[in-house]
């Protein structure tokens, strides 16, 4: 879900930052970097959703290890 969150506003984000360009308006460009930010804090957020699944898998692979150890 959090990858097709982030395809969609970084497509939104690239859209705002087009109508920045073309428009030239401030209105225009405060909407680019808001877009901009939530698409940054998304793929933040991202990271440390795959970080915490990395952990978990080693903290699986640990206890498996242990289990069949015993």
């Not at 308006?25 to 957020?45: D, G, N, Q, W, Y």
């Not at 990395?54 to 903290?59: F, I, K, R, S, V």
């Amino acid at each position: 879900m959090t990858e097709e969150q982030l395809r969609q506003l970084s497509d939104e984000a690239d859209d705002a930052r087009l109508r920045a360009l073309v428009s030239e308006t401030p209105l225009a460009e405060k909407e680019h970097r808001r877009a901009s930010r939530h698409v940054e804090k998304l793929r933040a957020h991202r990271e440390k959703v795959l970080q915490r699944i990395h952990d978990l898998e080693a903290q699986q692979d640990e206890l498996l290890d242990r289990l069949g150890s015993t």
